[in-house]
């Protein structure tokens, strides 16, 4: 979890006494030794290096030149090396503001380090031959998923807006989980309908709202698009909507203990060093001479090492990684589970951050070449169930006497998108009055598409409860797993 002094007001720093900043014993050493490109592998250029597509490269020249392994002692893999942050020396001492005992103060109170993290806009890059496969393998595979996708859902003349609409919310769904934010499918459906659920649905609502605004400003990944992302996420909550949309001006770490960064697992960099750091990150996504899904990788990496934001940070840096799979070409279509494929292991997730830090990459670029397989091959079963569910919906709305311009035909493939209607909904949608919605919703009640599942005449609810379920059901294949 993220802590924050946020509870206190804006600009005050009555908390903290910071010493002159020095750097840690050894941090300045390993960054020099970080700096040098490996003599074996896969090397890509800085930003300033031309040339042919990356990917291309990846394909086609992966160096077989790893040693021979004895059998005796196995050799550990190889890292790949990035700069690793520095750490910065400074004296914590919470306020004196009635939060927290004197005995809870003092132990609180003491030298922390906070982190400087390495600039990334040049740096080059040598990928280890066998991970280099391994993304490759990856990439193709997150590809097939996008054409699969495609293919599958919009036969029939069927258009793919309202299955795309369901995996990025699905997206959005476990991105939130890994941040223990949970809602069932019902719930997150509702909320999104009227928002009656409020809690955690209304805030897992707000994550579908920045990624679909990080998927709209996929081709320009700037810093106010970024900071938009940000604002589209927090902008609906009446605790954070102030701070919505701007970066933090105090200190955020990811810990457990609210009274201070001593002995949190990450202590994020001095609020006035965040800008300079998004400007570098921002360079680095604008980069188009490394391989996608390690450029994607490695940037989320740097956005979550920077911490930017007061809240919201790992929703908005998951945000990140499928605007810069759609910007960059990888997955125009589809928004892929990637974070249900980073669900599945979050400690392994958590660990690669970790390792990041401390100038490997290798484990958080396994790490996202494991979570884009396990995203294409449980997003693909996810398409095949739901496109097989609207298949028998349209047949049993053949079994009804109906023309073929009737409403109800146009509501179908839409309650994939948003399996709990109402009228109100239905009219907006299509474009119709109110008697036109009804008989709509009539029609898809007729067939057995939709159930009703609110009494009386007013408010009244419907669903579609095999749409419900399957993704329910994803979400504890997930949790099983």
């Known amino acids: 979890m993220t802590v924050t002094n946020a509870s206190r007001p804006a600009g005050d720093e009555s908390h903290r006494a910071t010493t002159s900043t020095v750097k840690k014993p050894g941090i300045k050493a390993q960054n020099a030794k970080a700096q040098s490109i490996l003599s074996f592998g896969v090397s890509f250029g800085d930003a300033d290096s031309a040339g042919t597509s990356a990917d291309a490269v990846l394909t086609a020249n992966i160096a077989q030149t790893m040693p021979p392994m004895d059998a005796a002692q196995p050799v550990p893999p190889e890292p790949c090396r990035v700069p690793p942050v520095e750490l910065e020396e400074h004296y914590w001492t919470p306020s004196d503001d009635g939060y927290y005992s004197r005995t809870a103060r003092l132990k609180a109170s003491g030298t922390y380090y906070s982190t400087r993290p390495a600039r990334i806009a040049a740096i080059g890059l040598t990928i280890p031959s066998d991970l280099a496969a391994d993304l490759d393998e990856a990439t193709q595979q997150l590809v097939a998923f996008d054409s699969r996708a495609a293919e599958r859902f919009s036969a029939g003349g069927r258009t793919l807006g309202p299955l795309s609409a369901v995996l990025l919310r699905t997206e959005s769904t ?14 997150l459906a509702r909320e999104s309908l009227d928002g009656s659920q409020g809690g955690n649905a209304a805030l897992v609502v ?28 927090l902008g609906g909550s009446d605790e954070w909507k102030d701070r919505a949309g701007r970066y933090r001006d105090q200190l955020v ?24 750091c998004m400007a570098d990150l921002v360079a680095f996504i604008d980069r188009d001479d490394l391989p996608i899904l390690a450029q994607c990788a490695i940037a989320h990496a740097q956005f979550e090492t920077i911490h930017p934001f007061i809240d919201g940070n790992g929703r908005v840096g998951r945000a990140l990684i499928h605007a810069m799979l759609r910007g960059k070409g990888l997955t125009p279509t589809m928004t892929p589970p990637v974070s249900a494929g980073i669900l599945h292991d979050t400690e392994r997730y958590f660990d690669a951050l970790t390792a990041y830090r401390e100038g490997d990459s290798r484990p958080i670029l396994e790490c996202f070449a494991s979570a884009a397989r396990y995203a294409a091959h449980t997003g693909t079963e996810l398409i095949d169930t739901l496109s097989a569910i609207l298949d028998d919906d349209a047949d049993r709305l053949h ?7 009737a409403l109800g035909w146009k509501l179908l493939p839409l309650v994939v998108e948003q399996p709990v209607v109402n009228v109100p909904y239905v009219a907006r949608v299509l474009g119709v009055p109110a ?5 709509a919703v009539d029609q898809l009640q007729r067939a057995g598409v939709l159930v009703e599942v609110s009494g009386g005449k007013r408010g009244r609810v419907w669903e579609e409860r095999r749409v419900l379920d399957a993704l329910d059901e994803y979400a504890e294949m997930i949790r099983r797993q």
């Open 206 to 233: 707000g994550n579908v709202r920045a990624m679909e605004t990080a998927l709209e400003f996929a081709r320009n990944l700037n810093e106010a698009n970024i900071l938009a992302m940000h604002s589209a996420l």
């Open 253 to 276: 770490w990811v810990g457990v203990s609210s009274a201070g960064p001593r002995g949190a697992s990450h202590v994020a960099p001095q609020p006035d060093q965040v800008p300079d």
């Open 399 to 405: 079994g009804l006497p109906l023309r073929r311009n």
């Open 435 to 439: 008697a036109s919605a009804t008989r």
């Open 174 to 187: 476990s991105s939130s989980r890994i941040e223990n934010l949970t809602v069932g499918a019902r719930r």
